[in-house]
């Protein structure tokens, strides 16, 4: 599955140095004890950025839900039509959802509600790593 | 001039406000490059037949509202020069793409000199959604008492959102973690959510067939629409299953197509209305959902993760229903007829449910499109073909309402009487929904 490699800016950077090195970190508010992604300047509960804090987590997820490419404008991604995107929620993390090509599940055969833990996948443009997510058990 | 909140209580210009004339240019899958079918062309000829429609003469309007763009996905190819016959043949603002790619307010008032007496000029963002309640609002406040509202599209060669950012090998800004930027797609995250509520509820994507294959027979009898004009092809139950996927589970079918077409509406006063042409369609209330500034911007209500969710999307339009009926002072059983969006056939189960149209509740959709929702049944759900039926230009609601509120919707008029109809759009968490009534309450 061909992937575009994300280029990290100011606010992303330590989630993508962090996928680098195989771990899955989020933006944490201590105040309003809530996750956010993407990250942002602030955050979205309390629109300050005093409480925001990056934390570790464990990847552990559920799918949600899934869509079945057969044609993207996005040329990267043309070569290998159809293919599974899925939005997985994380078990860690209220609120948070996230895309995955699912690697490893066939073609328009995902299990919906099955269990997911992240892999990192290098992509090829700049070998830049990102989490994906792999059905378990 | 946008009502987003819960608990504003009925507009407080229920009633007040008459939506009258409609004037429509034909419709083109892309421009040919000729002056005369520019999408700056069809805007006036939009605009005239309007007046004509409602009765008014130029010298009587003075306001316009319009949209700040004609396109959502055809840019004009940097570079290629503009045609010197269209130079030619209309007058010029400082933006060599005005009347071709885009439009502006100027544009239309420079080739428009019988609009003599304007006084109220406003461009709003996205589209023929806004530009409606945007024109009500200014009526009902007193900013003009006759108002054109006005919303074009053009289209040129290729296909939408090829090429740009989608060509890079790379993704950078915010949105690089978005469905946007990892399926492509518009289509994608609405399936998503009916993947999910599919998952939820039971149904298959079959069941939307009868929903489909009913706005495009709807459209098929709206004159003005692309199907009716060049491609008077029913879809059938067959043709519905056997459509390509585009991102599975909507495929080609449950996708509007673009085009290039304009068209205008008369907003006035209740007043004036009753010298006009045809009969009165009161506006008894207008809301939506959406999120306001900075400057003109006006985003979608915010979802809570990378994409909105199938509980974020039913949430926002159970909230878009309660705002409308508060704003026009109605209950849902009071409506007769439903013209609400259907850009992506997907989505119109969730404006369906939040409405409570035909006391639907959430998930009872799908088997709803078994019972009789035809022109001719208790229950018309787009009467008027939508943008499955006319092509992506989010107006024919509109038309349509007024119309079937006249009795002059002709072939497409509902056996019932035409009393309080809705319309507007666009999906949950970025819409702007209208209720117009043949009383005004």
């Known amino acids: 599955m061909p992937r575009r490699s994300p280029i990290p800016d100011e606010l992303d950077k330590p989630f993508l140095d962090a996928c680098n090195e195989e ?79 699912l690697p490893g599940t066939p073609v328009d055969e995902v299990p919906i509600g099955a269990a997911v833990d992240v892999v990192f996948v290098p992509t090829q443009p700049t070998g830049q790593k990102v989490p994906e997510w792999k059905v378990i058990g | 001039m946008f009502r987003l909140q819960e ?4 507009w407080e210009h229920r009633g007040k406000v008459a939506a009258m004339g409609a004037g429509h240019s034909p419709t083109a899958r892309r421009w040919d490059g000729k002056p005369d079918t520019s999408v700056g062309a069809w805007a006036l000829e939009a605009l005239r037949k309007a007046m004509e429609d409602a009765g008014v003469e130029p010298k009587d309007v003075d306001g316009l509202v319009i949209s700040d763009s004609t396109t959502t996905g055809a840019y004009w190819p940097a570079g290629r020069p503009v045609p010197q016959d269209f130079l030619d043949r209309f ?23 019988e609009l003599t007496n304007i006084k109220f000029v406003m461009t709003v963002p996205l589209c023929i959604s806004l530009v409606m309640p945007a024109a009500v609002q200014a ?44 399926a492509g797609p518009a289509c994608y995250p609405t399936a998503v959510e009916f993947q999910r509520y599919m998952y939820k509820y039971g149904g298959s994507h079959e069941m939307l067939a009868p929903f489909v294959i009913n706005s495009r027979r709807n459209g098929l009898l709206m004159p003005e629409g692309y199907w009716a004009q060049h491609r008077p092809e029913p879809i059938t139950e067959e043709d519905y299953n056997n459509s390509r996927w585009v991102a599975k589970p909507a495929n080609l079918l449950d996708n509007d197509m673009p085009v290039q077409a304009a068209a205008a509406y008369v907003i006035t006063t209740a007043e004036r209305a009753k010298d006009m042409r045809h009969k009165p ?61 259907d850009g992506f056939s997907l989505f119109h189960v969730f404006h369906l ?89």
């Open chain 1, 23 to 101: 771990r899955l970190i989020l933006q944490h508010c201590t105040a309003c004890d809530r996750y956010q992604f993407p990250p942002e300047a602030v955050c979205n509960g309390c629109k300050s950025a005093g409480g925001l804090e990056w934390r570790e987590v464990s990847g552990r997820g559920t799918i949600y839900s899934y869509g079945v490419v057969y044609d993207t404008p996005i040329a990267a991604l043309q070569p290998d039509m159809p293919f599974n995107l899925a939005m997985i929620d994380l078990d860690e993390c209220e609120g948070i959802n996230m895309l995955t090509y």
């Open chain 2, 7 to 10: 608990g504003m209580g009925v």
């Open chain 2, 353 to 441: 449910e939040g409405l409570g149209f035909a006391g639907l509740k959430r998930g009872e959709a799908l088997d709803f499109f078994k019972t009789d929702i035809t022109n001719d049944g208790p229950n018309p759900v787009n009467p008027s073909g939508g943008n499955i039926g006319g092509g992506r230009t989010r107006w024919y609601g509109y038309t349509d309402t007024i119309q079937q509120i006249q009795g002059r919707a002709g072939a497409r008029q509902i056996k019932i009487p035409a009393e309080i109809g809705i319309t507007g759009g666009m999906m949950p968490f970025s819409s702007m929904f209208m209720i117009l009534s043949a009383t005004p309450g």
């Open chain 2, 281 to 341: 369609v009161y506006v008894l209330g207008h809301s939506g959902a959406g999120t306001i500034g900075p400057g003109d911007y006006i985003g979608p209500v915010r979802w809570r993760g990378v994409f909105e969710t199938l509980e974020e999307a039913e949430a926002c339009a159970a909230a878009n229903g309660r705002k409308i009926l508060e704003a026009a002072g109605i209950s849902a059983g009071d409506i007769s007829f439903e013209n609400m969006y």
């Open chain 2, 91 to 113: 007058e010029q603002t400082d933006d060599p793409l005005d009347g071709i790619a885009q439009l502006s307010t100027e544009w239309i008032l420079r080739n428009m000199p």
């Open chain 2, 139 to 182: 009526v009902g406040d007193g900013l003009t008492s006759t108002c054109l509202a006005l919303k074009a599209w053009h289209n040129l060669d290729g296909r939408y959102y090829q090429g740009g950012a989608n060509a890079e090998p790379t993704v950078s800004g915010p949105g690089k973690y978005n469905p946007f930027a990892l």
